[in-house]
């Protein structure tokens, strides 16, 4: 952990909601060795502090018909900061778009894509992405199956 805040029961508090955030308040207590109080008072306080920043349900994207993912590297035509603010902000406004990442390399962004099929990426791509205020060039890495894809604990 980076932080000097953080001691051993809040480490297992964070490892055991990372596994499962629906765990109650008595499970995890006894899990991590504290007693309901003091272990609900953590919660709340790495909540506080923004160690915790929200829970979510993890959904099954095959089931969605969003098993698709491909991995596409952006270069702008401009890194001024003001294009930088205008395509982070553009990319916000489309779910497809999983994640994204600036990034050090030969182009500027990673975009993490997910869709229904090949079809449904090709017109996503070249009718939002290319679109995108600064795209200048892309190129798609499609993945063929996810062999990791974990959060942080």
């Known amino acids: 952990m980076a932080s000097a805040s953080l001691d051993d029961f809040d480490i297992k508090i964070i490892k055991a909601l990372g ?5 109650s308040v008595a499970d ?3 899990q991590v060795g ?17 160690f915790i920043t929200g829970y979510r349900v993890l959904l099954d994207p095959v089931k969605l018909d969003l098993s698709h993912v491909a991995f596409v590297e952006v270069k702008l035509s401009s890194t001024r900061s003001s294009a930088l603010s205008e395509f982070n902000a553009a990319v916000r406004d ?5 994640q ?4 050090a390399a030969h182009y500027d962004y990673l975009l993490k894509v997910r869709g229904s ?4 990426f090709r017109e996503f791509l070249g009718g939002t992405i290319a679109m995108l205020p600064h795209v200048q060039t892309t190129s798609t890495h499609v993945s ?10």
């Open 19 to 23: 596994q499962n955030a629906r765990i």
């Open 28 to 30: 995890l207590s006894k």
């Open 34 to 50: 504290l007693s309901k109080t003091p272990c609900h008072n953590r919660i709340r306080r790495l909540e506080a502090e923004g």
């Open 94 to 98: 489309h779910p497809e778009i999983e």
């Open 100 to 103: 994204c990442h600036m990034v």
């Open 117 to 120: 099929d090949m079809r449904a």
């Open 144 to 153: 063929m199956e996810a062999v990791k894809d974990d959060a942080v604990f």
